[in-house]
């Protein structure tokens, strides 16, 4: 597409997302057990029978977009699915905008070189590094430590909702923004420290807050429901989508209310872990009788490309 098209795209784009949001200030919400329209999957909360992946089903590094498989909502093994249908569907099952659920397609499309009109493409596709998927993910080993990125790294997501420091009005434990940023400075110093080809320019660490931030939007941050969610990419029963909106989740609301606020959070926290990281490898390596200083060097591998730099 030339640039002034893609200047117009953009521009209509944008102005759409836009007058959703506004109008989502106006148009009254929909009840908390009617957000999932009548005739699709979860209405009511009724979701199609979910059925583990088998061999051979293609998976990806988005639980997400593994959960509508296991539930057959996108097709259970993961493959041919066509990008405009993938959007139709996030539309009704996590009530995301229609802007979002046209942006994110599309731009999965390109990244793929693929036509988002005629192609179809397979879960596993999505995991290409450093398209969307990138270094430090809060649920995923690095790709360069883990290939195989529908591998969900059990340790990672309970040490996050354990992290979490909320509480709803009948004490159930919430994830925060503040958690949020928390969490992901501390995968971005250990991950940076762990892996030699670690990488995360400021469009992946804006991916990650993204996808980090439809914990906090799409689940409500509730712990129970991520639990089941992260662990076991599976819809819990009952469950709808916590925005209630009538157009759904635009990119406007996603971005200043949360994304924004995760990503702004996560630096004043690696400074934090990264002090603390060190003078903890500092008191091992004095308790060891080995010189603190050059323990500590050694520990951190490339330390002129930090995170924090
Ligand atoms: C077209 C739609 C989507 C695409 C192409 C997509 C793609 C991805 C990819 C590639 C990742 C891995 C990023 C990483 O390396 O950490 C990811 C992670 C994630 N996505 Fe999606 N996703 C989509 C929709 C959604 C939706 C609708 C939700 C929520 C309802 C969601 C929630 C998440 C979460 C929670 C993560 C994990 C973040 C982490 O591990 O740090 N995604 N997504």
Same mark, same amino acid.
């Given at each position: ?29 929909s ?17 199609? /029978? ?10 990806? @590094? ?10 057959g ?23 995301? @905008? ?6 994110v ?19 596993s ?9 990138h ?7 690095? @790709? ?19 992290s ?16 949020? @940023?928390?969490y992901?400075?501390?995968?971005? =110093? ?42 076991? /990419?599976?819809?819990?029963e ?10 759904g ?5 996603f ?10 959070? =996560? ?43």
């Amino acid at each position: 597409m030339s640039f002034i098209l893609k200047f117009f795209n953009d521009v209509a784009l944008f102005s759409w997302d836009a007058s959703m949001a506004l109008a989502n200030l106006v148009i009254p919400q929909s009840p908390e057990d009617k957000v999932t329209p009548e005739g699709h999957p979860g209405f009511e909360g009724k979701w199609p /029978e979910f059925v583990p992946r088998k061999e051979g089903d293609s998976r990806c @590094s988005c639980p997400a977009l593994n959960a509508m498989a296991n539930h057959g909502i996108l097709p259970h093994d993961g493959k041919n699915i066509q990008f405009k249908e993938m959007g139709r569907l996030i539309r009704t099952t996590y009530n995301f @905008s229609p802007s979002f659920c046209y942006f994110v397609p599309n731009f999965a499309a390109k990244m793929l070189h693929k036509d988002y009109n005629k192609d179809t493409f397979d879960l596993s596709e999505l995991d290409l590094h450093n398209g969307i998927e990138h270094d430090a993910s809060l649920c995923r080993e690095d @790709s360069a430590l883990c290939p195989d990125q529908s591998e969900i790294q059990v340790e990672y997501v309970k040490e996050l909702l354990a992290s979490a420091t909320g509480k709803d009005k009948d004490g159930n434990p919430l994830l925060t923004i503040k958690d949020l @940023s928390k969490y992901s400075a501390k995968r971005r =110093i250990d991950a940076y420290d762990k892996n030699p080809d670690f990488s995360l320019d400021f469009g992946h660490k804006m991916f990650g807050s993204s996808n980090s931030a439809t914990m906090l939007t799409i689940f409500g941050g509730r712990i129970k429901d991520l639990e089941t969610v992260l662990l076991e /990419e599976k819809l819990p029963e009952g469950w709808q989508s916590r925005v209630r909106a009538k157009f759904g989740l635009t990119l406007a609301h996603f971005n200043l209310s949360t994304v924004w606020w995760v990503e702004a959070g =996560i630096n004043k926290h690696e400074k934090k872990y990264k002090a603390e990281k060190k003078a903890a490898e500092e008191a091992a390596a004095g308790t060891n009788g080995t010189n603190g200083t050059d323990a500590a060097a050694e520990s951190s591998i490339h330390k002129a490309d930090s995170p924090t730099n």
